[in-house]
């Protein structure tokens, strides 16, 4: 071939190459996948470097978009949790808690008790990291696809209450199981009055077996009758939330009371709730 057929070839190349990726920049738009244009771009070397078949070309490009929607679709979701702060599993310190099992948690953060409509209870005084715990478990939801909200229980009162104020109750009690986890943090800091330990009774209710809760208290179980203001309405709500759920103990001792030299609370220990 000569000189001039070479550059010719090579010009010819470098125009379709151009109308090639233009068609593709089209598709992905279309597609709304805008990633799919970068990804072809980026891999196409690659892939004809390596030999890799068309198939392969294709799947490669279509995971870097999957990949892609994932993680943009996972941030969304722990934006809209409301966690207001983003506390994970891996900065969890296992160490001051020589009882708690990893393998636990991390079966936990799987997401498996999900599937099943499974709760995750835990327990200790303040600073033993049962916060933590739980939002860590909370954005391991959501980072597997599931719609998470946070809120202590207070505030789920409160929105209940409003709720039951307009007649939307049963509204908002449906809406709220389309999510597949509810996080119920601070059980037990502040008594309810009647009516708002039933409107949580009725929280509780409509999800047992449906979907999942994540519920942190300071208090072990015997005490919530004094919280509800009911040791029936307590026991009846704890009979559902226990019924199949992970109960976890946290007795180490406290991040909080550590920053002070205190430390006097004994290590945690795990119990497994029979199902």
Known sequence: MTATSKTAATSKNAATSSETGKQIDYLARALKAPRIREAAARLGDQARDAGWTHEEYLAAVLDREVSARDASGAHLRIRAAGFGATKTIEDFVFDHHPGLKRDTIAHLGTGTFLA????????????????????????????????????????????????????????????????????????????????????????????????????????????????????????????????????????????????????????????????
Request: hydrophobic share 40%; no cysteine; aromatic share 6%.
């Open 116 to 275: 099943k409509a499974h709760n995750v209870v835990l327990l200790g005084p303040p600073g033993t990291g049962k916060t933590h715990l739980a939002i860590g478990l909370g954005i391991k939801a959501a980072q597997t696809g599931h719609r998470v909200l946070f809120a202590t229980a207070t505030e789920w009162v409160t929105r209940l209450q409003a709720a039951h104020n307009t007649g939307r109750l049963g509204d908002e009690l449906a809406r709220l199981r389309r999510y597949g986890l509810l996080i119920v943090d601070e059980v037990g800091y502040i008594p309810f009055e009647q009516d708002a330990a039933n409107l949580f009774f009725q929280l509780v209710s409509s999800r047992y077996e449906h979907a999942s809760l994540i519920l942190t208290s300071n208090l072990p179980f015997a005490r919530w009758g004094d919280v509800f203001g009911d040791q029936a309405v307590a026991a009846a709500m704890i009979d559902r939330i226990v019924h199949h759920a992970e109960v976890i103990t946290l007795k180490g001792s406290s991040h909080r009371l550590r920053n002070t030299g205190i430390d006097t609370l004994p290590s945690a220990r795990t119990e497994n709730t029979p199902h």
